[in-house]
């Protein structure tokens, strides 16, 4: 092995190192720090990385089921595929957030950072299925374990690993042959210990609490659906026009086929 190519090696060990590093650190003081309201960002997290990555011609759908019963809970929506890079920075907890916070010509609140990390004080295992589409790769379903259990770097550094394993096993795989983008393609699933359980609690009631404001300034979102209690809550179609341009709008929770 020449000296450049031991270079390299030591570089790519020492990034290795650092990612691994970083999300022990921001891992132990997230639950060292977890109080009501870290306990309640979950929902918020992953709903904003669900708007980022709206379609541009396409309003976002969410789906949430949490079954007690089982403890599990599942976060699903229908925005674009992840990219190469999206789901390496997903895996290695990367934000795709640039110094502007400006991505295609779209305002982002940047993904898959220390605020995604939130999501795993509901589990340090998390479950992945979705879809994979870059350039010179079709629409492809994957499945991914994100596994945070780690205690020290070398253990997290293992389930990058294995998590990296995980998505090149794509290669080969077929794609889907007939891609609808209206489908739910992306789902993470968390299965809950007793705390687990409150946490997810907490942030169901306090999303129930500011669905009003959760979907007048996050327009881009269609729709959020609680399969656990067939309801969906989605902005009416019209708005009351007022003066100056002011608009009042209301909110319709549609159960089991009722508008109310």
């Known amino acids: 092995m020449s000296v450049l190519e031991r270079i390299e090696n030591q570089k790519k060990r020492a990034h290795e190192k650092v990612v691994a590093t970083k999300i022990l650190d921001n891992l132990e003081k997230l639950f060292m720090e977890n109080n009501d ?75 898959f950072g220390t605020g995604f990390l939130t999501t795993h004080l509901l589990s340090s295992v998390v479950d992945l299925d979705s879809v994979l589409a870059d350039e010179g790769i079709l629409p492809t379903k994957f499945e991914l374990t994100l596994d945070r259990s780690g205690k020290d770097p070398e253990s997290i550094l293992t389930s990058i690993e294995n998590s990296l394993k995980q998505i090149s096993q ?8 007939i891609f609808d ?6 789902k993470f699933t968390y299965t809950l210990d007793q705390k687990g359980l ?41 708005a009351e026009e007022l003066q100056d341009g002011l608009n009042i709008y209301t909110i319709d929770e549609i159960k089991k086929g009722t508008k109310k």
């Open 37 to 111: 309201t870290t306990s309640k960002r979950w929902i918020w997290e992953l709903m904003q990385n669900a708007k980022d990555s709206a379609y541009v011609d396409q309003k976002v759908k969410i789906k949430i089921n949490f079954n007690q019963q089982a403890k599990k809970l599942e976060f699903s929506h229908n925005s674009q595929p992840f990219t190469l890079e999206g789901i390496t920075f997903l895996i290695e907890q990367v934000s795709t957030k640039d110094r502007s916070g400006i991505t295609d010509g779209i305002k982002t609140t940047g993904k």
């Open 198 to 238: 409150k946490i997810a609690e907490q942030g169901l009631a306090d999303f129930k609490f500011s669905i009003f404001y959760v979907l007048i300034f996050m327009q881009n979102i269609q729709s959020v659906m609680l399969e656990h209690e067939q309801c969906e809550y989605c902005l009416s179609e019209k």
């Open 170 to 177: 794509i290669d080969g795989a077929k794609s889907i042959e």
């Open 181 to 186: 983008k209206q489908l739910f393609n992306t």
